[in-house]
């Protein structure tokens, strides 16, 4: 009978040694399983976070060209603003110098009824001024005004064009 216990606890020792050893291959074969679906998922994570990131350098690069393209414009719009500003008050200066030298007078018409008010009837000439019309010089500092005040709506409609263009440029693009 010890031989029979001792044949038994043997086999028994066996079967519980094959039990663990199932058991842990099981939980190798399990764990190797479980581990390449974690690393299949890792990686396509990985691969989502790729091409986010790579749409968002394209989209930070897009920006940035038309951030360029907008600073250039207006770098170019504030030339040309400026170069009709300077333009214009150069001609602005050399009216207000023609105006004061006596070289260039400038005159109103005057109603045909007011004949006898102090008026120069002019000459016909081939500019297109009308038959017998009556004019009146103006007094050098009313011109000097008179140009002064023109000159600053043709500068406020510069500034006006340069703001219009600046809009159209930013809602309609370049």
């Known amino acids: ?12 020792l066996i079967i519980l ?15 190797n399983a479980s581990g390449q679906q974690l690393a299949t998922k890792e990686a396509a994570y990985q691969t989502e976070r790729t091409h986010l990131a790579n749409a968002n350098s394209a989209q930070i690069l897009a920006e940035q060209g038309k951030r360029l393209a907008l600073e250039q414009w207006l770098s170019a719009s504030d030339q040309s603003h400026y170069r009709a500003l300077t333009d214009e008050k150069t001609k602005q200066t050399r009216l207000r ?3 004061a030298t ?7 018409q005057l109603d045909a009824a007011a004949t006898g008010w102090d008026a120069v009837q002019t000459t016909t000439s081939p500019s297109g001024m009308v038959y017998g019309a009556y004019r009146a010089r103006l007094d050098p500092a009313h011109a000097q005004r ?16 340069a703001c219009q263009a600046y809009v159209r440029m930013t809602t309609h693009g370049p």
């Open 17 to 31: 040694a094959l039990m663990a050893g199932s058991a842990w291959a099981a939980w190798e074969w399990e764990a």
């Open 97 to 99: 110098d023609r105006l």
């Open 146 to 161: 008179i140009i002064g005040i023109a000159g600053d709506g043709d500068q406020g409609l510069i500034a006006l064009q």
């Open 102 to 108: 006596a070289d260039l007078r400038l005159s109103v």
């Open 1 to 12: 009978m010890k031989i029979d216990a001792v044949k038994w606890g043997g086999v028994l």
